[in-house]
């Protein structure tokens, strides 16, 4: 069974340019979610996608959004990037977003610094 | 709003010691909870879930609703216990609300 996989694993960018993440789910997994995680902080809800669509989204601005493909891997974008955008950002996948409970699976995480 | 809260942002203990990792929520409904950990240089993982009322490696929580506590606890720590303990909310879906952390140190 593959985990979950995410890259890059760092990445830095200058402040107003616009990033990708991209995260691979777990083998089965239907649903993919993204967090933030500011140093010194617990992972935070960014949004959530299932079957390719969104399905809640966190108290993030418009301009972090993504997208999630028909093999259920799924991609991070965020524009105009801010020197507070600078975190880890961890992709985990689920075996169904309609199920209370599922465990989530998380990816190593990408490290976003913004200059 | 939904909150997790954990008040440690350390806990340093000898092994065989008891161990306690504390964590109260707000939450106005029926609350799902959970314990992640994440080992040094390891992704984060669960732990355990109190649906699951089970035990995991040693570790136990239990859900105190009047309380509101769902604290994580193991009667004799070990050294691979050492690591990054969430506690964690589920709003709804999977969408979960973490706590700020608590960092487990056991000392031989």
């Known amino acids: 069974e593959t985990g979950v996989t995410q890259s890059p694993t760092h990445l830095i960018k200058t402040r107003g340019q616009q990033v990708t993440l991209r995260c691979s789910s777990q083998?089965?997994?239907?649903?993919v979610s993204w967090y933030q995680q500011a140093l010194g902080q617990g992972p935070q809800f960014i949004f959530q996608?299932?079957?390719?669509?969104?399905?809640g989204r966190g108290n993030f601005p418009p301009r972090f959004s993504g997208l999630q493909f028909p093999n259920y891997s799924s991609e991070l974008n965020v524009n105009a990037l801010e020197l507070d955008d600078s975190a880890l950002y961890l992709c985990?996948?689920?075996?169904?977003?309609?199920?209370?409970?599922?465990?989530?699976?998380f990816g190593n995480g990408t490290r976003l610094t913004v200059t | 709003a939904q909150r997790v809260t954990q008040p440690e942002k350390l806990l340093s203990v000898f092994k065989g010691a008891p161990v306690e990792l504390k964590c109260n929520y707000s939450?106005?409904?029926?609350?799902?909870l959970f314990w992640y950990v994440q080992y040094s240089r390891q992704r984060l993982q669960l732990l355990l879930r109190?649906?699951s009322r089970e035990s995991i490696k040693g570790f136990t929580a239990d859900l105190n609703k009047g309380e509101t506590s769902f604290h994580l606890k193991k009667p004799f720590a070990q050294e691979e216990d050492s690591a990054m303990y969430y506690c964690?909310?589920?709003?709804?879906?999977?969408?979960?609300?973490f706590g700020t952390g608590t960092r487990l140190l056991v000392s031989p």
């Open positions: 939450y106005s409904g029926s609350p799902e």
């Open positions: 083998s089965g997994h239907n649903t």
């Open positions: 985990a996948s689920s075996l169904d977003g309609r199920e209370w409970g599922s465990p989530l699976h």
């Open positions: 964690a909310l589920n709003e709804g879906f999977q969408k979960l609300v």
């Open positions: 996608y299932y079957r390719e669509e969104e399905n």
């Open positions: 109190h649906i």
